[in-house]
């Protein structure tokens, strides 16, 4: 630290003296000044014991600052009722900050903080401008410590794995905890630590520019503060990297981790009078009354005898065990490679369990179940012979390549095999798993709707198992301690790594851990209910319910569960064991001529290696793991079709009509500037939103009036990374953040003209109370103008037009074109309004009779028919993620809801119907609903306001009919893990 920049210091204290103490969400800092220079400074986590924590850091301090008194401030999250109670002054985190900035660089643009829990970025350069995060704790040091732990590394092993990385892989960072349906896959299918630790360090970085930053640039000269950028280097690397910041503007000092409590020592020699000396200003801390904010619930069990009932109800749903010694003759496998934990079991005849095995995938599943496959072996000798076996979960595919599992099957398939053993009659199950939630409601003896956790994983396992180890417990130990904790905390439900702070606050309360571990047991409960399932009471989850999954082993979310919904359900005794066991049942019912499982003898000389490479078979360029085992077999993970497998022509003839609306699109404009262009120039358009469905209008209009039309190309992950600098909202839907780096490839081929014109309504279809447009896609391009440093200079047109009156669209786009145009005559423009009609027209039949061709196809060839249905963006490659691929690779014939919703007539829906693209979303769902071989999937964007509206009415139109319907969420996540549990079940099931 620059000791001169702190001379001019004027404290009230005679000695000179200044502290400083930043109480933060898991950390407390401290740091004294004399006379400009850092006397002292200490970093410490708190545990949640903040009191005892400042008081020992005070004395610590005291050896040094002796009897001399000092003036003293106090900051941080966790600090203020503290303040208030002892009579601290306390200074805001920023403002601290800035004392800092102020005092020691003054020309710092902007700094970058990084806590336990809060993230934050402050911009200096014309005003200060903070933002902090608020809902989600993504990206923050909590984050990267459970990152950790899912690698099975310390934080410290992450960050020295990080700086080995090779390649980048896309992982979430909406939210901390669910960033893990990301990372454990790729463990799953064989990516290196190394290239994972980096990326998980980059999904922070995402999470501070697109959640914090939110469009402002940040640029200067850029400080980073806090712990995890003070101590984790490869952090370090990929912010400046993705910044494209110099040596000289990446300051990264010494006091990063201490800056808070550096600045509120700075601050105190101006905030009061008083002095302290080292024993008053303990005695304030030891004494000080903080309010209790905690709200309290209903023990979960009164008593011993109250929970020995509901324990002897429940043990009535088990199954035998068997010494595997004592057994004799055929047996049958399972496994369950989910998304954290591994699960084997190995069943008898009659189906009584032989060996079980649950734990952890520490970052290596193939590793774990080729070691616990030779155990069983050499545990069943000669005497026991393995004649079948099946695997399901995240790691199917990858198990049963690396080691010839005979059978692959669909993790809800699996489960219900599982509960229907212990409830023949089970109408819904609920799986809360270590990091998801899976509902399946049954029908007709097969899976119906499933739900599964999207957004957020604060209602999981990982959940519990993160603060009983912050508590210092297992988490069996902690679950026990909720039993019979006399006042529950209400925590009510909210993100994982957030929660910390409520429920540190409680423990300040005087809350027990038995409380709290009550509380969250409840919380898991309510998110389940309310935020995955939405259930509005009991009847909606069914009469006969079974639950499974290792959280519900936890007798304390089992009980705070049928408290909830007001009834008792089944809990087998191995509930964790529930998609292992039905997988050994279904090997047991689907016995091959002979298993393919790797032989004891082969078992010994397994090997498994990876590596990472980049598929260039389409525009996708899917991201590859290339898992080679012994004998030189491999298993390719990653890939969204069959090219990246080598296999050729794979469903070549299978109708998918959007790839051929894709291509059909991308045909009409060249992505780049052609060498003749017309007598007016080149105008780009780009191929992003609206333009999904008017590019045909608006190439005619323009190429007619001697324009050469440009569009800026297929999106591709570095689109979206062109633009996010510049994206305002990480609640935008992901087809609007694209938009941005759509904006940056047009300025960067130098198109002289850019247009994306701002409509109110769409095209009127005549079959919806109005025909509005989407907001987002009506008037994004004056946010883009707003915000797009870019198009400063550029001309960027994008007139309020109709598309609904030819003569007024000729009229707006005369008035519009004519300034830039002076020898412009209004009759050409009426002429090319004309023929884009005519373009448009043309277009919008071919997609119709292309639908009706694929449906004759698939009905000529015995192929079920998937409406892939959503806006007429969700085709682009990049939004839609392959997911159309997906389908056609599980058999299906795809085709788009603006492809059929001509064959169903309007039906009566009970909401207000005043958009084009939902109203041709009811009439797809009537004509999956009158069509035994039609199923509809539909496409969600998050962040979409307006399918809040069109997802319960899809729905209902659908199941009034008996049909299923299936809802996928997406957004710049690429993980398709989610997506083939419910494809695979929807195949399944039909």
């Not at 990929?238 to 000092?253: G, Y």
């Not at 819904?428 to 399946?440: A, T, W, Y």
């Not at 309360?509 to 998110?527: C, M, P």
Request: charged residues 20%; negative net charge.
């Amino acid at each position: 630290m620059a000791n001169s920049a702190l001379d001019k210091h004027n404290t009230s204290a005679p000695s000179g003296i200044t502290m400083g103490l930043d109480v933060g969400s898991t950390t407390a800092k401290i740091a004294v000044v004399k006379q400009g220079k850092l006397l002292f400074e200490r970093y410490v986590r708190h545990f949640a014991k903040i009191r005892e924590t400042l008081t020992g850091l005070v004395r610590e301090a005291g050896k040094i600052i002796g009897g001399e008194s000092f003036t003293a401030a106090l900051s941080g999250s966790a600090g203020l009722g503290l303040a208030n109670a002892a009579g601290i002054p306390f200074v805001q985190e920023v403002w601290a900050t800035g004392e800092v900035i102020r005092q020691i660089e003054p020309d710092t643009s902007a700094v970058i903080e990084l806590g336990g829990e809060d993230a934050k970025i402050i911009f200096f350069d014309g005003g200060c401008d903070e933002r902090m995060n608020g809902t989600c704790a993504g990206g923050t040091g909590a984050f990267i410590d459970q990152m950790a732990s899912l690698l099975d590394v310390t934080p410290d092993e992450l960050d020295e794995l990080s700086l080995q990385h090779k390649k980048l892989y896309p992982i979430a960072s909406r939210c901390g905890v669910f960033a893990k349906t990301d990372v454990q896959p790729l463990l799953n299918q064989g990516a290196s630590k190394a290239d994972v630790a980096a990326s998980i360090y980059q999904a922070v970085v995402n999470q501070t520019i697109a959640g914090l930053a939110q469009g402002r640039k940040i640029e200067g000269r850029v400080m980073f503060l806090g712990g995890p950028l003070y101590f984790c280097k490869g952090l370090r690397e990929r912010f400046v990297e993705t910044l494209k910041l110099s040596p000289e503007n990446a300051i990264f000092p010494e006091y990063a981790r201490i800056a808070v409590a550096l600045g509120a020592a700075l601050y105190s020699e101006s905030a009061s009078d008083r002095t302290w000396t080292t024993d008053s200003l303990l005695d304030a801390i030891e004494h000080a009354k903080i309010a209790s904010t905690s709200a309290r619930t209903e023990p979960l069990f009164r008593d011993e005898a109250e929970y020995r009932a509901f324990a002897d109800r429940h043990a009535q749903a088990s199954v035998d065990l068997v010494d595997i010694h004592d057994y004799s003759g055929r047996a049958y496998l399972g496994i369950d490679c989910g998304s954290t934990t591994t699960k084997l079991t190995l069943i008898g005849e009659d189906c009584r369990i032989l060996y079980q095995y649950y734990s952890s995938n520490r970052g290596n599943p193939v590793e774990i179940v080729r070691a616990q496959l030779t155990e069983i072996y050499n545990l069943c000798g000669d005497r026991v012979t393995i004649v079948s076996s099946s695997v399901t979960g995240y790691g199917e595919e990858l198990i049963r390549h690396a080691l010839g599992v005979d059978h692959g099957i669909v993790e809800t398939v699996a489960h219900y095999t599982a509960a229907k053993y212990f409830k023949p009659d089970v109408d819904f199950i609920l799986d809360i798993g270590g990091q998801d939630i899976k509902c399946f409601r049954i029908r007709n003896g097969a899976v119906d709707s499933i739900m599964l956790n999207e957004a957020c994983s604060s209602g999981c396992g990982s959940f519990i198992e993160t603060f009983a180890r912050s508590m210092h417990h297992t988490a069996e130990e902690f679950a026990k301690k909720g039993l019979f904790a006399e006042a529950p905390v209400n925590l009510g439900s909210r993100c994982t790594v957030f929660m910390n702070s409520q429920v540190k606050q409680s423990q300040k309360d005087g809350a027990t851990v038995e409380d709290i571990s009550a509380g969250l047991s409840q919380s898991v409960v309510k998110n389940a209910i309310y935020k995955v399932i939405r259930a509005h009471s009991p009847d909606e989850l069914g009469q006969n319910i079974v639950v499974q999954g290792g959280t519900f082993l936890n007798d304390a979310v089992l009980r705070a569960f049928e408290r909830e919904i007001g009834r008792n359900v089944i809990r087998p005794a191995i509930a964790g064991l529930m998609g292992a066991y039905g997988a050994a049942l279904y090997a047991k019912a689907h016995v091959p001529a002979q298993t393919n499982l790797i032989s004891h003898e082969n078992l010994i000389s397994f090997t498994h290696t990876s590596k990472t490479t980049t598929c260039r078979g389409c525009t996708n360029n899917c991201l590859l793991t290339v898992n080679t085992f012994s004998g030189g077999a491999r298993f390719i993970s990653g890939n969204k079709c069959e090219k990246g497998l080598g296999i050729e022509n794979v469903n070549a003839d299978m109708p998918n009509l959007h790839e051929y609306k894709r291509n059909r699109l991308l045909s009409m404009c060249p992505d780049r500037i052609p060498e003749n262009v017309g007598r007016r120039g080149v105008i780009g358009f780009p191929m992003a939103l609206g333009m999904f469905e008017l590019l045909p209008l608006w190439h005619g209009i323009f190429e007619n009036l001697g324009f050469t039309p440009v569009i800026s190309g297929n999106s591709t992950r570095r689109t979206y990374e062109l633009g996010q600098f510049s994206i305002p909202s990480d609640t935008a839907c992901y087809p609007a953040k694209i938009m941005h780096g759509h904006v940056e490839q047009l300025v960067a081929m130098g198109a002289d003209t850019i247009f994306y014109p701002r409509l109110t309504w769409n095209i009127d279809e005549h079959a919806s109370d109005n025909h509005y447009n989407c907001p987002v896609v009506a008037y994004y391009s004056e946010l883009l103008r707003g915000n797009m440093d870019i198009l400063r200079g550029k001309r960027f047109l994008y007139p309020y037009l109709s598309v609904n009156s030819r003569k007024e669209l000729a009229r707006g786009l005369y008035e519009e074109l004519k300034p830039h145009y002076p020898d412009l005559k209004k009759s050409e423009v009426r002429k090319a309004v004309d023929a884009g009609f005519a373009e448009y027209d043309a277009y919008m039949n071919d997609i119709a009779a292309e639908g009706e061709r694929a449906v004759k196809w698939a009905r000529d060839n015995g192929k079920p028919i998937m409406i892939l249905a959503g806006r007429p963006y969700h085709v682009d490659s990049e939004i839609g993620h392959g997911i159309d691929k997906l389908a056609v690779s599980l058999g299906f014939a795809v085709v788009s809801e603006d492809a059929v919703y001509r064959l169903a007539d309007t039906p009566d829906v009970h909401v207000l119907n005043q958009w084009t693209y939902h109203s041709r979303l009811y009439r797809s769902a009537v004509y999956a609903a009158e069509n035994k071989d039609v199923q509809l999937v539909q496409l969600v964007s998050f962040g979409c306001g307006v399918d809040a509206i069109t997802t319960d009415e899809v729905k209902r139109l659908l199941e009034k009919e008996g049909k299923y319907y299936t809802q996928i969420k997406i957004d710049e996540i690429t993980n398709l893990g989610a997506v083939k549990i419910r494809l695979r079940s929807l195949a399944a099931v039909i």
